[in-house]
């Protein structure tokens, strides 16, 4: 039984190493970090209630899961592949655009969600 429970710890703490990595080494990780801060505070400043604050947390998960997800494939692609081919670059490519849709799909619900509080916050 505690060897279950030490090799859960050290799954932990290859999750952890993985997020370092990522927060470290991706650029895109500084825009997702300031996208997510700036989203969670001014839903918490309009006061959202808890469904759309929830939605909110589940399409920022999605976004950082692409991240992570087109990382892992990028290092995948680069280990397989270590020159350049064009099925490495279809690869990379779509990893990229899983990205982008799932950021694209996030500023639209946070328009959705946020725009309509945000406006009367505002005045308008």
Same mark, same amino acid.
């Given at each position: 039984?505690?060897?279950?429970?030490?090799?859960?710890?050290?799954?932990?703490?290859?999750?952890?190493?993985?997020?370092?990595?990522?927060?470290?080494?991706?650029?895109?990780?500084?825009? %997702?970090? *300031? &996208?997510?801060?700036?989203?969670?505070?001014? /839903?918490?400043?309009?006061? @959202?209630? !808890?469904?759309?604050?929830? #939605?909110?947390?589940?399409?920022?998960?999605?976004?950082?899961?692409?991240?992570?997800?087109?990382?892992?494939?990028?290092?995948?692609?680069?280990?397989?592949?270590?020159?350049? %081919?064009? *099925? &490495?670059?279809?690869?990379?490519?779509?990893? /990229?655009?899983?990205?982008? @849709?799932? !950021?694209?799909?996030?500023? #639209?619900?946070?328009?959705?969600?946020?725009?309509?509080?945000?406006?009367?916050?505002?005045?308008?």
């Amino acid at each position: 039984m505690m060897d279950f429970f030490i090799s859960r710890i050290h799954s932990f703490g290859h999750a952890f190493c993985g997020l370092g990595y990522v927060l470290r080494t991706q650029k895109n990780a500084y825009i %997702h970090s *300031l &996208a997510t801060i700036l989203v969670i505070c001014i /839903a918490l400043w309009l006061r @959202i209630p !808890a469904s759309d604050f929830a #939605i909110l947390i589940l399409t920022i998960g999605t976004v950082w899961t692409a991240e992570f997800i087109n990382t892992s494939l990028e290092a995948v692609v680069d280990l397989a592949s270590p020159e350049k %081919h064009p *099925l &490495a670059k279809v690869g990379k490519d779509v990893g /990229a655009a899983a990205v982008l @849709i799932a !950021a694209m799909s996030s500023v #639209i619900i946070g328009l959705i969600i946020l725009g309509p509080a945000l406006l009367r916050k505002l005045g308008y």
